[in-house]
């Protein structure tokens, strides 16, 4: 694949680090290039910069590079971190994590990363062309990560943003883990570490909300809620806001994915129980002892660890007013969506799909109205003081960056 000037008419897609951070850069002198790296797509854009497919020049392989924004390559605290951990992330030689490549500082005075190039989609994707992943493929799946964890972990060192978008499947069905080994930026800055909360509000840990230190534990908090989305086909913690979504991990519970899915198994919302554990100290304690439970989920065998306490979990015990066991003939697209597995050519969501999402939500809301007022208090309340502890980090963010 030929790159292209950003200069060059309808060439919207080839963009550089300078028209990225610069915007127009009519009557200049466009470069398409990075170190020993030739750019050919903009791929998208976050907190840690801006991610382009590449082509590199000699050996004549795609990869992706991230390039850092420039509030970050003026601090001298996080350039040293991402020196160092790009360093560790090369040293993660797993078949279920992204390779780090190469890091560095391009003649234009831009420190980047390269990654492999992984031909596939990710978990978000998919979750968009369908409702729900089948109970096996979806275990099959979340073991393979599990795994990139386990490798991680034997190394001292933790994801820290689990979630649909950093999970990618290749056309194979193996499963990458991107965005291992990039140092995330110092939580000093209140405003980032904010904005970041609200970004992946769905599958964030309660230690995190409450702003309280992470490790491997949150990690597993958050594939659990990703394993929720994928067998239940909705997001967790449904809420108006992302403020409400955040505030609702600290006392609402989720409902059993067996509410929109009868099909799965009892073992399966066992071990997602405790995933989902509110403290990290009633979680799988490593990546190793909940791989040993889904694997034995995977093949029938009997769970090792025992059921905690309703209470010490965000997942909801399943009660005898549960859904029934919905057939194709009631048009609910999620059940006949996890009877069969995905092949590749995914099918478009169907029509049905916008309406049975509708009805799960209405008969939520009508549940919701029907809450005793203190139950509503102290959802506001916990609501109000997740708004309050937003609102003084970006205070504090904006005096920060006055000074």
């Not at 590079?65 to 420039?70: A, N, S």
């Not at 943003?161 to 193996?174: A, F």
């Not at 909300?209 to 490790?215: A, F, M, N, P, Q």
Request: glycine share 8%; proline share 3%; hydrophobic share 40%.
């Amino acid at each position: 694949m030929p790159s292209t000037s950003i200069d060059s008419p309808g060439d919207s897609a080839v963009l550089t680090p300078e028209k990225a951070e610069n915007g127009n850069v009519a009557g200049r002198v466009a470069r398409n290039s990075i170190g020993r790296y030739n750019l050919i797509q903009k791929l998208g854009s976050g907190e840690l910069g801006n991610v382009y497919r590449a082509r590199q020049w000699g050996i004549d392989r795609d990869v992706v590079i991230k390039v850092l924004p420039k509030r970050l390559q003026e601090d001298g605290a996080y350039l040293e971190r991402f020196y160092d951990e790009a360093k560790t992330a090369g040293k993660l030689q797993h078949i279920n994590i992204i390779k780090a490549i190469d890091v560095g500082l391009s003649e234009t005075g831009h420190h980047f990363f390269v990654m492999e190039f992984v031909e596939g989609q990710n978990i978000k994707d998919l979750l968009e062309c369908v409702t729900a992943f089948e109970e096996r493929r979806a275990v099959g799946l979340i073991i393979q990560v599990v795994r990139a964890l386990i490798h991680a972990d034997t190394r001292n060192m933790f994801h820290g943003e689990v979630r649909p978008e950093n999970i990618h499947i290749t056309k194979g069905e193996v499963v990458k883990l991107a965005g291992l080994g990039l140092a995330k930026e110092l939580v000093d800055n209140s405003l980032q570490r904010t904005r970041a909360l609200l970004i992946a509000a769905h599958y964030v840990s309660p230690e995190e909300v409450r702003g309280e230190t992470k490790d491997i534990r949150s990690d597993i908090f958050s594939l659990g809620a990703t394993l929720y989305h994928m067998i239940a086909g909705a997001t967790p913690f449904e809420g108006g806001s992302a403020v409400e979504v955040l505030a609702m991990r600290l006392s609402e519970q989720l409902k059993s994915p067996r509410y929109f899915n009868r099909g799965i198994s009892d073992e399966l919302c066992h071990v997602l129980e405790r995933m989902l554990a509110r403290e990290p100290e009633d979680r799988f304690q490593s990546p190793q002892k909940l791989l040993d439970e889904l694997e034995s989920v995977l093949e029938g065998r009997e769970l090792r660890s025992d059921r905690i306490e309703s209470s010490q979990t965000c997942l909801e015990r399943e009660s005898t007013a549960a859904l029934p066991l919905l057939s194709p003939t009631t048009r609910n697209v999620s059940a006949v969506a996890t009877r069969k597995p995905l092949n590749w050519q995914l099918q478009r969501r169907r029509v049905a799909a916008p309406i049975v999402t509708r009805r799960f939500k209405s008969k939520g809301n009508r549940r919701g109205q029907k809450r005793s007022g203190s139950q509503a208090f102290r959802s506001f309340s916990i609501g109000l003081a997740v708004g309050l502890t937003i609102i003084s980090g970006l205070v504090m963010a904006y005096f920060h960056f006055r000074s």
